[in-house]
Structure formats: C-alpha cells, structure tokens
C-alpha cells in the first residue's frame, strides 16, 4: 500500500516535471503564428487582440475612457468569447475605477500542451523602452508576434503563473503517459534478460553461475520473477 502510494506520487511528481519542461519548451522555441482574432466589450471601452495555436496564447488587452482606440474594431467579436477565464479582464484596476488613469493594457503569454498550464505578462512602464516581464523568466529571443505588431518588441518568457485546472490537467495526462510507459519498459528489458539468461535485476550473465544468487547484486536467481524490483533506478 506505501509502495503504491510512493509510486503514485512520483509519477505524479514526474508529470509535474514534463507539464512545465513541455510548457517551457514551446515558452522559449515554439511559434504562436502571427494570424489573431479580435473583440471588442460591449460598451466599446474594452478591446482585446488574440493569437492562439495548440501551443500558446496571447492575449492583448486595452481598456481606455476615450475609447477611440477601439471603433476601428467595430463589428468584431464580442471580448467575453475570446478572453480565458483564468484572466479576470472584466474587473478594472482599482486606478482606473478611481479615474487617476484613463486607460490601462496588458499582455499576457500563456503556454502548455495539451491545456495551457502557465502564464506571464509584460508591461510597458511609460515612457520606457524596454518592456517589463511579470510572473515569468526572460529570455534573450524575441516573439515574432511582438516583431510585427508591438514595439519595443517582446522577449520571449518561460511562464511562472499557474493556470490550475490546465496545470492539474496536463499533470495527470503525463503522469498517466509515464505510468504505461515506464513499467513496460521495464517489463521488457526483464523479459529479455530473462531470455538471454541474465540477472533480470541487473544483468549480469548468469549462465555459468552455480550459486543461487545473483554474484553481482545478490538477487536470489530461482526467485528472480518474484523478486525483481518493478522499477529499478
Ligand atoms: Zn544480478
């Protein structure tokens, strides 16, 4: 029952590890395509740009008093169709409910395969010509997204905000992969073992052995099917 239970929490552990290796992976190398669909809130304050493949997602985001920026939208989708739920775009920040701003954007970049497991975000500190990351790891190499629509452009990130149900997701997908995989694995290479007359724990040649046990590792040789270790690290 313990060995069960370690056993599911490293697979666990494990599928965490790939979620976030899978997620960094398309963070850093993966192109998100330069084609976006675009929508726009119901009183025409609010618009948002966004770019999606299996990959990744990102979501620009423009709330604004004026709301001139947005009328050359007019006749696009409706904001609340294309905005995740995880980004809780609908609720002003506090500045610009108090009026000190009269307008507010974000940029988030959102990765992970098959659901989307984490987010970043950067911002453009006025006047600035760099851009901010938040909630991510910046990396040398440019989106090209960011190239063509946005300057200064945006570096990529590796994301570090969770999306949880994504993340929860994808962690049980790859733990479960890992589950079939792994045992089968080892599976086979004991049945090979087995076959060309080796220890099936180690492989060490045993067809001269006279002993009972393995020399090598000491795996009682008769008893080798019940005793070998399922998994052998
Ligand atoms: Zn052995």
Request: glycine share 8%; proline share 5%.
């Amino acid at each position: 029952m313990r060995r069960r239970l370690t056993k599911l929490v490293i697979f666990l552990l494990l599928g965490v590890v790939l979620n976030v290796a899978v997620a960094w992976g398309c963070a850093a190398w993966a192109d998100i395509g330069t084609d976006y669909t675009e929508g726009i809130s119901e009183d025409g304050t609010a618009s948002l740009l966004r770019w999606s493949s299996n990959i990744g997602t990102l979501i620009y985001f423009e709330r604004s008093r004026t709301a001139t920026l947005n009328r050359k939208m007019r006749g696009s989708r409706r904001m609340d169709e294309l905005s995740p739920y995880w980004l809780h775009l609908d609720v002003p920040s506090a500045a610009y409910q108090s009026g000190r701003i009269s307008g507010e954007n974000s940029f988030t970049d959102a990765r992970g395969w098959p659901a989307l497991t984490m987010w970043s975000e950067y911002e453009w500190p006025a006047y600035r010509q760099t851009v901010v990351v938040k909630g991510g790891l910046p990396l040398s190499s440019r989106h090209s997204v960011g190239q063509l629509y946005f300057w200064p452009p945006l570096p990529r990130a590796l994301p570090l905000r969770p999306i949880w149900l994504g993340f929860a997701f994808n962690t049980l997908f790859y733990a479960a992969i890992l589950w079939l995989v792994i045992p089968g694995q080892f599976a086979l290479r004991r049945h090979i073992r087995r076959k060309r007359g080796l220890c099936v724990a180690c492989g060490y040649d045993l067809r001269h052995a006279n002993h009972d046990a393995c020399r090598e590792c000491g795996a009682a040789i008769h008893l080798q099917r019940a005793v070998a270790p399922r998994i052998e690290q």
